[in-house]
């Protein structure tokens, strides 16, 4: 019953290469979230989506491509992969249109570590 | 320039005593304030959310104030225990009463707490 849901959890590759994450919710949520926490602890928002809307763009390289192929799942992926985007990448949901309440549930984390 | 920022890096306090986590920003004016707990290895968790024209907030052992002239959320965990021992982040959304559920994070202050 795991609410958010990421894959992989962990993921070694070389630089220069391309990989996806992958993140699916069955909260029913219509927001979805893309965070990178890197070594120092910071957790720092990348995406957003809003029923498959793009919303929150921050400066992030063009490398990263964030794709919504519905609202139950947003993939991100990297091209090109540099040793500086090893980090701890999180997946997160809301449902945003509720006034009551904001808060966000995060997926697990998948662990990048580019060699 | 803009800032959010919790006080100190680790807190290490016994168990069965309060623990009191800091929150500080700048510059911003937020519609609301968040505290997640993280543990090692795992995503953040939402604890509770406190609104700008609220003052406390409380959940079991948890309690959050929120001073907007002071620009600071106190965070008491009240008679601890090692379970509580991880880290506390506290979020702000930077736009006050924007509905895209943007959050900044603060750097997170760990919470050891001793038997």
């Known amino acids: 019953d795991t609410a958010v849901s990421q894959t992989p959890k962990y993921l070694v590759t070389q630089m220069g290469n391309d990989k996806s994450i992958k993140c699916e919710q069955n909260?029913?949520?219509?927001?979805m979230y893309w965070y990178k926490q890197d070594s120092k602890k910071f957790l720092k928002i990348m995406f957003s989506y809003n029923n498959k809307e793009l919303i929150i763009n921050e400066t992030v390289p063009n490398r990263f491509s964030p794709k919504s192929p519905d609202k139950a799942h947003l993939n991100l992926h990297i091209n090109s992969l540099e040793l500086g985007d090893s980090a701890v990448y999180f997946c997160?949901?809301?449902?945003?249109?509720?006034?009551?309440?904001?808060?966000?549930?995060f997926g697990p984390g998948t662990r990048l570590t580019v060699t | 320039s803009q800032k959010i920022e919790q006080n100190s890096e680790a807190l290490n306090i016994q168990e069965g005593k309060t623990a009191t986590l800091t929150c500080n920003y700048t510059?911003?004016?937020?519609?609301?304030l968040q505290w997640y707990r993280q543990d090692p290895g795992r995503g953040p968790v939402f604890l509770l959310l406190?609104?700008?024209?609220?003052k406390e907030k409380r959940k079991e052992r948890l309690k959050v104030t929120f001073d907007t002239t002071l620009k600071q959320s106190l965070f008491h965990i009240t008679a601890s225990q090692p379970a509580d021992s991880a880290t506390y982040l506290c979020?702000?959304?930077?736009?006050?009463?924007?509905?895209?559920?943007?959050?900044?994070f603060g750097q997170g202050t760990t919470l050891q707490v001793k038997p």
């Open positions: 979020a702000l959304d930077p736009h006050g009463s924007s509905n895209t559920g943007k959050l900044i």
């Open positions: 909260l029913g949520h219509d927001t």
């Open positions: 406190i609104r700008e024209n609220e």
């Open positions: 510059n911003y004016s937020p519609a609301y």
């Open positions: 997160a949901s809301s449902q945003i249109t509720q006034v009551s309440s904001y808060e966000q549930y």
